[in-house]
């Protein structure tokens, strides 16, 4: 049976399905910050990739972000993308994550929980992300 892939036709926030963790947190996500859908979440899983000019290495790394226009954003810029799509009360902190230095801090958070997701609650074995 072949699986049609979908292609996003608004701002989408990528995730790997694969990983409880990930699912988890998109989960808590859609509940606090975006209970209105003003954007979709789809598992990489799930996606042309190629169509939006990602590829499964990329999505293992990291969460995206595929705006309306096409631009994407990778890991903590993809979660403040999500914040600035969310609810209105969501979208300054959103903001302030793309802050020059506090965006540095948030990137080394988002690597480290990234690094360690198989070891954070909710994550298992298949959370972890290949080595290399």
Do not use: K
Not at 49 to 62: F, I, K, N, R, S
Not at 91 to 120: D, F, T
């Amino acid at each position: 049976m072949e699986t049609t892939l979908i292609v996003p036709t608004r701002p989408t926030l990528v995730y790997d399905a694969d990983c409880a963790f990930c699912t988890r947190s998109v989960e808590l996500l859609q509940r606090w910050v975006d209970r209105r859908a003003r954007y979709d979440v789809r598992p990489w899983q799930a996606l042309d990739l190629a169509a939006v000019g990602l590829t499964e290495q990329d999505c293992d790394a990291a969460a995206q972000f595929v705006d309306a226009d096409g631009t994407v954003r990778a890991g903590h810029l993809a979660i403040a993308s999500a914040l600035t799509h969310g609810a209105p009360g969501w979208r300054p902190l959103g903001h302030l994550v793309e802050v020059p230095g506090i965006s540095w801090l948030a990137g080394r958070a988002y690597r480290w929980v990234a690094a360690h997701r198989h070891q954070l609650p909710g994550g298992t074995a298949a959370c972890a992300r290949p080595l290399g």
